[in-house]
């Protein structure tokens, strides 16, 4: 992480900018939990008169104004940026990096939503191309056998239809010899369709 120091009509003090990097090397964390590796930290510290003069009324203090810019360069880009002041140039660098901090667990939060959407977008992606894959290979008509052994009476094709758990089964007619088919209806009986057709 680079840090540049800016100083506006006023010089940073060594134990300005160990306070500022020692503060700076905690955000580390949260921009590791972003996946943000690349960052330009820029702190500026200007100064300034206040408005009101102080408590004895005598003069009007100095304000110590600093501001903190982070550049993130990774693939979210952005920036954060967090200003503070006071007659404490030390107090206004530590509510700056309280600040920067918000500010950085929110980006944390927000990354790991966006990759938590994207990964669900993308695991849906997936799932309807896997459907659309397994309906072009599956066929409009799959042929089967049925094996018809014996011919058999109507008791008989009842008894093999609720016996087997199918809804329809077609059966020689002992009687007449033609293909006829018994058939479950919804409200618990059978029907039977006649074919008239004469097996041979």
């Known amino acids: 992480m680079n ?3 800016i100083g506006k009509g006023i010089d940073w003090t060594d134990s300005m900018k160990a306070f500022v990097e020692g503060k700076v090397e905690r955000f580390n964390r949260f921009l590791r939990e972003a996946e943000e590796d690349q960052v330009e930290v820029v702190v500026t510290l200007s100064t300034s008169r206040a408005k009101q003069k102080d408590f004895a009324g005598e003069s009007r203090p100095t304000l110590y104004r600093v501001d903190m810019d982070i550049y993130l360069k990774t693939w979210g880009g ?3 940026h967090a200003w503070d002041e006071d007659i404490d140039p030390f107090s206004a660098l530590d509510r700056v990096m309280d600040e920067i901090e918000r500010q950085l667990i929110k980006l944390k939060q927000r990354r790991h939503e966006l990759r938590r959407k994207g990964h669900k977008i993308k695991e849906e992606l997936i799932r309807e ?3 659309v894959h ?3 290979e599956r066929p409009l008509i799959v042929e089967e056998e ?3 052994e014996k011919p058999m009476s109507m008791e008989d094709a009842i008894f093999e239809l609720q016996d087997s758990g199918v809804y329809f089964l077609p059966f020689i007619d002992a009687e007449k010899g ?3 088919i018994v058939y479950r209806k919804r409200g618990g009986n059978y029907g039977v369709i006649n074919t008239k057709c004469k097996v041979l």
Request: glycine share 6%; hydrophobic share 50%.
């Open 3 to 5: 840090v540049e120091f």
């Open 78 to 80: 952005g920036a954060l």
């Open 129 to 131: 191309e896997i459907k």
């Open 134 to 136: 397994e309906e072009k």
């Open 146 to 148: 049925l094996v018809i």
């Open 178 to 180: 033609t293909l006829r």
